[in-house]
């Protein structure tokens, strides 16, 4: 017979358990960053498919009004925050509400970000404004959320953030976005060894090429250069919200328990 196990527990022998329990996050609450559409939305949903309560936010009510419905229809509860991650007072209202509402947050997923300017820049000509802006939207809000979170969560939860292949190669012409990318890469690994001794893990997802509404409109890719894309990763085709989902729940659940300071790759291969 199968037994649920909290997320605190570790089984002595695997065979005290359903090794598929282990990936549920009943009972659990996780607050998702830039939910509205894209990989946000896919991990938000993610999440409710596995058990979760979510505190979801982003800058487009109507979007996060549609992906609560989709919680909702998963028979989980759903808390939209309206609201920009680079303002000072988001993270904080996020925190409070997810406390004020659920009275504990287990797991939070640093999503929003991206490159906010339509074009690239080469780096003699890189702005100094631009820079700035990459760095306080793709690194700072995990660098504030994080030290907010550990001060509340309770052994077995888990810090996560979003962050990119271009991390892990050139970015070229978007060099901003890659050095914060590589930046919450090397605080996550830093997080998961002072915040171990706290039973707080700390790890990143870093997505390849996943076909969002960012791609096109910053990315310059246009829908009829996919198919080429998709030819040059080895598993031969484009990712999607859900296979960076999965791997989302499998480091926030108990399946994951014993798994800290690393990067997922979700890319195929490339």
Same mark, same amino acid.
């Given at each position: 017979?199968?037994?649920?196990?909290?997320?605190?527990?570790?089984?002595?022998?695997?065979?005290?358990?359903?090794?598929?329990?282990?990936?549920?996050?009943?009972?659990?609450?996780?607050?998702?960053?830039?939910?509205?559409?894209?990989?946000?939305r896919g991990i938000a949903l993610g999440m409710?498919?596995?058990?979760?309560?979510?505190?979801?936010? @982003?800058?487009?009510?109507?979007?996060?009004?549609?992906? +609560?419905?989709?919680? =909702? %229809?998963? *028979?989980?509860? /759903?808390?939209? $925050?309206?609201?920009?991650?680079?303002?000072?007072?988001?993270?904080?209202?996020?925190?409070?509400?997810?406390?004020?509402?659920?009275?504990?947050?287990?797991?939070?997923?640093?999503?929003?970000?991206?490159?906010?300017?339509?074009?690239?820049?080469?780096?003699?000509?890189?702005?100094?404004?631009?820079?700035?802006?990459?760095?306080?939207?793709?690194?700072?809000?995990?660098?504030?959320?994080?030290?907010?979170?550990?001060?509340?969560?309770?052994?077995?939860?888990?810090?996560?953030?979003?962050?990119?292949? @271009?991390?892990?190669?050139?970015?070229?012409?978007?060099? +901003?976005?890659?050095? =914060? %990318?590589? *930046?919450?890469? /090397?605080?996550? $690994?830093?997080?998961?060894?002072?915040?171990?001794?706290?039973?707080?893990?700390?790890?990143?997802?870093?997505?390849?090429?996943?076909?969002?509404?960012?791609?096109?409109?910053?990315?310059?890719?246009?829908?009829?250069?996919?198919?080429?894309?998709?030819?040059?990763?080895?598993?031969?085709?484009?990712?999607?919200?859900?296979?960076?989902?999965?791997?989302?729940?499998?480091?926030?659940?108990?399946?994951?328990?014993?798994?800290?300071?690393?990067?997922?790759?979700?890319?195929?291969?490339?």
């Amino acid at each position: 017979m199968s037994q649920n196990l909290s997320r605190t527990q570790t089984p002595l022998d695997p065979a005290d358990a359903n090794v598929m329990d282990l990936f549920r996050l009943d009972g659990t609450v996780a607050v998702v960053t830039g939910a509205g559409r894209g990989i946000g939305r896919g991990i938000a949903l993610g999440m409710a498919d596995a058990g979760a309560d979510v505190v979801i936010t @982003a800058r487009r009510e109507n979007e996060l009004d549609e992906v +609560a419905a989709q919680i =909702a %229809k998963r *028979g989980r509860k /759903a808390i939209k $925050v309206v609201a920009d991650i680079t303002a000072a007072e988001t993270i904080p209202t996020l925190v409070d509400t997810a406390m004020s509402t659920f009275g504990r947050i287990d797991t939070w997923v640093s999503n929003a970000g991206t490159s906010d300017h339509p074009g690239n820049f080469s780096f003699d000509e890189f702005p100094e404004w631009h820079w700035d802006n990459q760095h306080a939207l793709n690194l700072r809000p995990h660098f504030v959320a994080s030290r907010a979170c550990s001060a509340i969560m309770k052994p077995g939860s888990c810090l996560i953030g979003i962050s990119s292949i @271009a991390a892990l190669k050139a970015a070229v012409n978007f060099s +901003a976005y890659g050095s =914060a %990318k590589a *930046g919450m890469n /090397a605080l996550s $690994v830093t997080m998961a060894t002072e915040l171990g001794p706290k039973g707080i893990r700390s790890n990143i997802v870093s997505p390849g090429n996943v076909p969002t509404e960012s791609t096109f409109k910053i990315g310059g890719i246009t829908e009829e250069m996919l198919p080429a894309i998709a030819a040059r990763v080895p598993i031969g085709r484009l990712g999607t919200p859900t296979d960076c989902a999965a791997a989302v729940v499998w480091l926030a659940s108990p399946a994951g328990s014993w798994v800290t300071g690393q990067n997922i790759v979700v890319s195929g291969g490339q």
